[in-house]
């Protein structure tokens, strides 16, 4: 099992930047894949970013894409987001998830989650 804990979330205006953090517990954290998702008040859970667990292969939706960039540090336990130029549609709770057999887009997918970091970008 995987224990996951996010952190780095805010308050910024739009224009600006974050960088999430995603601390992992457990010896095996480079044999999972990552992900991070977000989700807006009265709306679903949505994938933003993915990372493979060698870090080698990744994937964004587009609406951050260019935006956006998943990155993982296998040595110290961590996958980050970094979310440059953001707009108020991003405003969401921004989650970290992990599946040690999965990487894709589907929620399904992914069996560890964290609680979730609050990111609200003001217009």
């Known amino acids: 099992q995987v224990q996951l804990v996010e952190s780095g979330g805010g308050l910024v205006q739009a224009g600006g930047s974050l960088r999430l953090s995603c601390a992992a517990s457990?010896?095996?954290?480079?044999?999972?894949?990552m992900g991070w998702f977000r989700q807006a008040p009265g709306k679903e859970r949505e994938f933003v970013a993915g990372?493979?667990?060698?870090?080698?292969?990744?994937d964004y939706a587009d609406s951050v894409k260019g935006r956006f960039t998943i990155s993982r540090d296998n040595a110290k336990n961590t996958v980050y987001l970094q979310m440059n130029s953001l707009k108020a549609e991003d405003t969401a709770v921004y989650y970290c998830?992990?599946?040690?057999?999965?990487?894709?887009?589907?929620?399904?997918?992914?069996?560890?989650w964290g609680q979730g970091t609050q990111v609200t970008v003001s217009s």
């Open positions: 457990g010896r095996t954290f480079s044999r999972y894949a």
């Open positions: 990372i493979t667990w060698s870090g080698l292969s990744t």
């Open positions: 998830a992990a599946d040690i057999t999965n990487w894709g887009t589907a929620r399904a997918e992914y069996s560890y």
